[in-house]
């Protein structure tokens, strides 16, 4: 991998929506995450993504290692190893079993499939890798979704889906360092 391409704005070449949405970044999140230097250049975007990311992050029916399962799903099935490697530690502080976790980096080599006890689990990681591994959803799959996760939490998954693709295509695209 070369230099990362992600070109930061200079603090005086800033506009106030930009502004704005830095200010807003670093009170809830503390920080500029790096997926928001890249939408940063489109700044109404940066702001309705930290939007969407903050409901994600807390105001869904998953629960955070749930929620883990399938980023981590999303990030192999986009080759994003740093979205990998970022919320592999978040999935482990979140009680995920470390065997899971590797088991879902394997996937790209075709080993084994992780084991969940929990059957929402379980049906989040059917779920997701279904739909990242062919065109139709079988319906036994959406329906053990639906029976465990209701519709809600099958439009939570989806939307978590959705935008942790955007994160991952941005950090394999913009190679942060």
């Known amino acids: 991998m070369g230099e990362s391409r992600i070109e930061e704005i200079p603090p005086e070449a800033l506009s106030a929506t930009q ?11 503390g920080r500029v995450p790096t997926p928001f230097k890249v939408w940063l250049h489109s700044p109404v975007l940066a702001e309705r993504l930290h939007d ?3 409901y994600l992050a807390g105001g869904t029916s998953l629960r955070k290692r749930e929620a883990k399962i399938a980023i981590l799903l999303i990030a192999t099935h986009w080759r994003a190893d740093y979205v990998f490697k970022m919320h592999a530690r978040e999935a482990l502080d979140a009680g995920l079993p470390s065997e899971v976790v590797d088991a879902i980096a394997g996937h790209r080599e075709g080993l084994d499939q992780p084991r969940f006890t929990d059957p929402r689990e379980q049906a ?3 779920l997701v890798r279904a739909f990242t591994q062919s065109a139709a959803i079988d ?10 996760l209701g519709h809600a939490g ?4 989806l939307a978590t889906c959705g935008y942790f693709t955007s994160v991952a295509l941005a950090m394999k695209m913009y190679q942060p360092a």
């Open 19 to 29: 502004t704005a949405v830095i200010t807003k970044l670093v009170a809830d999140r």
């Open 52 to 54: 969407l990311g903050s």
């Open 124 to 126: 989040i990681y059917a």
């Open 139 to 148: 319906d036994c799959i959406f329906d053990e979704a639906v029976h465990r």
């Open 154 to 157: 099958v439009a939570d998954l």
